[in-house]
């Protein structure tokens, strides 16, 4: 598995196991949302550069994350924007196939009224690397 597919799962697993995000939100996907109501939050795409050095792979891998929430629950999009960052802040460095987080930070927000909900995109920049 490429180690941009295995940090997604990891971003993943780690936004699906926090509880506040859980309770917050209906679904908490991959890709589109099967059937869900808002809100619910989705990994967007993913795009990944490569580095390295002598015996070291790296990448840079930028991911969205998108939220919906209903048009009369404005106010909990900064709070969940806000959890997401602590939860992917406090994600485990060590990953899969002997890749390592060695930064995570949110690049950009970006908020937009739609029709009846709220739509927000945070971008995240995370750097890897693995000894080779």
Do not use: C, H
């Not at 808002?38 to 795009?47: I, K, Q, V």
């Not at 390295?52 to 991911?63: F, I």
């Amino acid at each position: 598995m490429s180690g941009e597919l295995i940090l997604r799962a990891a971003m993943l697993a780690a936004l699906r196991g926090d509880a506040a995000l859980s309770e917050a939100v209906n679904s908490i996907d991959d890709g589109d949302p099967v059937k869900a109501s808002a809100p619910w939050l989705r990994l967007g795409e993913s795009n990944m550069t490569g580095w390295g050095a002598r015996g070291v792979d790296g990448m840079t891998v930028r991911l969205s994350v998108l939220l919906a929430v209903r048009g009369d629950e404005e106010a909990a999009t900064s709070e969940i924007l806000e959890r997401v960052d602590v939860v992917l802040g406090g994600m485990a460095p060590g990953l899969d196939a002997g890749w390592r987080i060695t930064s995570l930070r949110r690049e950009r927000a970006r908020v937009a009224r739609r029709q009846n909900e709220w739509r927000a995109s945070a971008d995240y920049a995370v750097r890897m690397a693995r000894l080779v």
